[in-house]
């Protein structure tokens, strides 16, 4: 009897529970070893609204992508890893196209997702299935000022927040869109309650200023015992930015926090305001591309 045998090749699927040794192994290799993804694993695989799916190769997982729901009709493509040590076989195409395949059938609105300006893999897999370069963000960062500020207040109702927000002539400015922690997104009433009561990776809290002048979000982020206050929304006029975000740097310096940071849109109207309240550029090397895709059938 004759035998025949096929080589192995790439097999994209959702992802099992045994697929996060294999992850965490080739992430070592990723990011100097620091890469978050293997953290946010589990939390990610019990996701009921997304997918979680990996390539696999010889019986392992060698690559992973993860497609999460940010509010109605708003989806985020996130944890897109290949191991090192398997290229050439295409995985990034493979497992990007599986995961975009996904969401064509069970999702709608936008899809988008950010990367390096220099991963230009990234950029043409994503161009060949269908998305469109929209925005450069780029991060940056102050230093919190020692002095007293009593012009915030808590937000209490998220409707009219995030009416205020989107209405806002900052968010306007970068059409609609904020930066909720590495996922770019507007800032609607479902986005806001996300991120405020733990539903996404990342707990905002959210603030008015000066009696509803403006309004800003942020979370806190610890890294090496240092405290970073990391904002989100910044939402009022483009006048009224620079003293918005100072008094931020002061409500920093009152919660003993170490520096303030955000990832922002590379705009002039936006980084004119930054700098004049004293903002520096982080990313010296490249900004992050804002690619999307708009589904084809349901709006």
């Given at each position: 009897m004759n035998q025949t045998f096929s080589s192995p090749r790439v097999v994209c699927r959702p992802a099992l529970a045994r697929d996060h040794a294999d992850v965490t192994e080739?992430?070592?290799?990723?990011?100097?070893?620091?890469?978050?993804?293997?953290?946010?694993?589990?939390e990610w695989f019990n996701d009921p609204d997304g997918l979680l799916a990996v390539a696999?190769?010889?019986?392992?997982?060698?690559?992973?992508?993860?497609i999460s729901l940010l509010s109605k009709g708003q989806w985020w493509l996130e944890g897109f890893r290949v191991d090192p040590q398997h290229q050439g076989l295409k995985v990034g195409s493979h497992i990007h196209n599986y995961v975009v395949d996904w969401w064509l059938e069970h999702g709608d609105g936008t899809l988008r997702l950010m990367t390096d300006a220099g991963n230009l893999a990234v950029h043409h897999v994503s161009t060949r299935a269908g998305f469109i370069k929209t925005h450069e963000v780029c991060a940056y960062r102050a230093t919190p000022i020692a002095e007293p500020?009593?012009?915030?207040?808590?937000?209490?109702?998220?409707?009219?927040?995030?009416?205020?927000?989107?209405?806002?002539?900052?968010?306007?400015?970068?059409?609609?869109?904020?930066?909720?922690?590495?996922?770019?997104?507007?800032?609607?009433?479902?986005?806001?309650?996300?991120?405020?009561?733990?539903k996404a990776d990342f707990v905002h809290t959210f603030h008015w200023w000066k009696n509803k002048q403006g309004m800003f979000g942020a979370r806190e982020n610890i890294e090496e015992d240092r405290r970073t206050l990391i904002i989100s929304v910044v939402a009022c006029t483009l006048k009224d930015m620079p003293a918005l975000l100072r008094d931020v740097r002061r409500l920093a310096a009152q919660e003993k926090f170490d520096s303030v940071f955000q990832i922002a849109f590379d705009l002039p109207q936006i980084i004119s305001q930054l700098e004049a309240a004293d903002f520096e550029k982080r990313w010296k090397r490249s900004n992050a591309f804002v690619f999307e895709r708009e589904h084809p059938g349901r709006a």
């Open positions: 080739f992430c070592k290799g990723i990011w100097d070893g620091d890469d978050y993804v293997p953290e946010v694993w589990m696999e190769y010889k019986g392992h997982a060698i690559g992973c992508s993860k500020t009593d012009n915030f207040s808590p937000v209490t109702d998220t409707p009219e927040a995030a009416t205020f927000a989107l209405e806002s002539e900052s968010i306007k400015t970068t059409d609609g869109l904020i930066d909720f922690g590495w996922r770019i997104c507007k800032p609607d009433e479902q986005a806001i309650e996300n991120h405020s009561n733990g």
